[in-house]
C-alpha cells in the first residue's frame, strides 16, 4: 500500500490547515504543490477528523482564502440531521 503525504499550511498564529482546491487555476497558483491527490469530500473530513494537529482546512488558501475550522466542518458535515429539502 503506497502512503500519501497531505501538504498542510500553516497560518501565523501556528495552526495548521489542509489547503482543499476548487479548481486547477486556484491550485497552480502556488508552485509548491507540484502534484495533486483528489479524494471525495468524505475522505477530506475523515482526514481533517482523525488528526489532532489540524485546526481545519482552508478553499482556495491563494486566492479566496475561506477558512472553516473543524468544529464549522463538523456542524455542517453530512453527519449532521439535516434532512433533504430542509430549509437551514
Known sequence: MK???IIKITDEKG????????DWDNLQLNHEFSQAVFFPLKDCLT???NDQSLYG???NPYSDNLVISKETLNLISE??????????
Do not use: A, G, L, Y
Open 15 to 22: 495552526n495548521e490547515f489542509i489547503p482543499v482546491f476548487t
Open 47 to 49: 482526514v481533517i477528523r
Open 57 to 59: 482546512t482552508v478553499i
Open 3 to 5: 502512503k500519501i503525504n
Open 79 to 88: 453527519d449532521s440531521n439535516i434532512m433533504k429539502n430542509e430549509n437551514v
